[in-house]
């Protein structure tokens, strides 16, 4: 019988720790994140910025014409788990000529050096927190 009660309030207080390291929909807290995205120091002005954090969901932003980009992990402008982020960013000219595949395909031009592409390789991190949501990086 102590065995049932002792396994009881081992599941009660592991749920509880599972329910305060979210918020009430059962995902992950985050803070809004923006920032500006530019390469040789001019405004990139397209592309995609990723933040992968240590642990927890991914957050990704699009770049605007500005260089700007606001993240997203569940909705628009949510923004990113706090803690460390290794990122990425991909930008190209979108200008495909067919389909991948197809013939005469041409892959849209790269904007910046394909080691940005990845967050392993891009060399790019952030610590994201309560007191700083504004992050920006000069790509070079």
């Keep these: 019988m102590r065995r049932s009660a002792t396994r009881a309030a ?15 929909e059962g995902r992950v807290s985050v803070v809004p994140v923006e920032g ?7 405004p990139l002005t397209k592309g995609t ?37 290794k990122v990425g960013v991909i930008a190209g000219d979108d200008s495909p000529t067919s389909m991948p595949g197809s013939p ?3 892959a849209p031009k790269a904007l910046i050096p394909e080691k940005f592409n990845n967050p392993d ?5 952030a610590t994201v927190s ?11």
């Design 10 to 24: 081992l599941l009660s207080s592991l749920l509880l720790a599972m329910i305060s390291a979210c918020n009430s």
């Design 104 to 106: 005469g395909y041409v």
């Design 49 to 85: 910025i990723t933040f992968r954090p240590e642990k927890g969901p991914m957050a990704v932003g699009e770049i605007q014409p500005d260089g700007s980009y606001k993240l997203k992990t569940y909705q628009d402008g949510d923004g990113a788990v706090v803690g460390t982020h």
């Design 36 to 42: 500006k995205v530019t390469y040789d120091g001019k």
């Design 130 to 140: 309560e007191a700083k949501k504004d992050v920006n990086f000069d790509l070079k």
């Design 121 to 125: 390789t891009s060399g790019l991190t």
